[in-house]
Every structure is written in C-alpha cells, then in structure tokens.
C-alpha cells in the first residue's frame, strides 16, 4: 500500500476510534496518563511499521497496544504488585456518585491484580466484546487458551471482589476492607 494510502486510513481510524482506543488503553494501563502514554507507543510503533499492514489497520494497532501493555507488565513486575483497596460505604436510598467511582476504582485495582494474559482477554472480550476467536487471532494464541484465561481471570476476579459483594438475604452486611488491607 502506498504511504498516503495508509496514513489516510489511520487518521480515518483515529478519527473515528480514536476516543475508544484510549479508553482501552487506559484499562490495560491503569490510568488516563499511563494509557495516553500506552496507546502513543503503539501509534508510534505503528507508523515505524505501516508498509507491513496487511488487513485492518485498527487490528494491527490493537495487538501492538495489547503487546506493548504485556510488555509493560512484564518488565515492570506491575501484575504481581497488591494494590491497596478502597472501603465502599454501605448502599443508600440516593445513588451516591461517589460509590459509582469508588466501585469503578475497585475494578480497575481489580483488574490490574490478573496476570497480563488474562486481563488483556477480559478487557478484549468484556470491554471491547470481541468474540473468542477474534481475541485468539490478537493474541496470537488458541481459541482453547482464550477461553481458559477468560474463566480463570474471571473466577479471580469474583475472588478478589468478594469482600465488596453483598452479603445474601439474612446473612447480615457485607464486608468491608480497608484501605491498604488485602
């Protein structure tokens, strides 16, 4: 493909996907800063290699931003890292803004607490909803290891989300953890 021809297709995919991509970005890194840092390695690295596209331009990025985030994770040991925990308050008849941000906080320090391979297939099949197989071919594994990270990233995560989970009927409140406890 000729180099206008493919600089024309990613400023049309940035455009239109441009606002998803870094929400995805920032999920896979943790935090708005981190994830703008992540998907401009990725665009970066991109536009090194855009003669090597073949297909879809936003699937090439996507799997360079899942790469690079793995890689990030490994290098820096971030996935073994326990994050503190936030209290939740108990519900109330109000919706409290505040107990949306603190519940959104406590997924993502949940997140961040699965090995890369599975959080990158959560954020794949749960955020972005991409099929099984789609997630294979980003990955670059089995339709077999998707479905096994998958589960396992999702049974650890009910795991680690127990203690916020209410309690059933007549069990009495539900658990709370405090700030630096896991």
């Known amino acids: 493909m000729p180099d206008q021809l493919i600089d024309h297709q990613l400023e049309r995919l940035l455009a239109d996907r441009g606002s998803h991509l870094l929400r995805t970005a920032v999920l896979l890194a943790g935090n708005h800063q981190d994830g703008e840092d992540l998907l401009q390695a990725a665009l970066e690295r991109l536009l090194r290699r855009r003669r ?3 297909g879809s331009a936003e699937a090439y990025l996507r799997r360079i931003l899942y790469n690079l985030a793995a890689d990030g994770w490994r290098r820096g040991g971030a996935w073994a890292r326990k994050l503190p925990l ?13 107990d949306a941000v603190d519940l959104r906080d406590a997924l993502i320090r949940i997140l961040w607490q ?8 959560v954020v794949l099949r749960y ?12 990955l670059g594994c089995t339709e077999g290891t998707v479905k096994t990270a998958a589960w396992r990233g999702l049974n650890q995560m009910r795991k680690l989300a127990a203690p916020w989970l209410p309690a ?15």
């Open 127 to 138: 955020w972005e909803q991409l099929t099984e197989a789609e997630i294979a071919d980003v």
């Open 52 to 54: 090597r596209i073949e």
């Open 114 to 121: 699965l090995s890369p391979q599975q959080r990158a297939v």
């Open 86 to 98: 936030v209290q939740f308050s108990q519900p109330t008849a109000v919706p409290d803004l505040a």
């Open 168 to 182: 059933p009927a007549g069990v009495g409140p539900a658990l709370t953890m405090k700030e630096g406890t896991s």
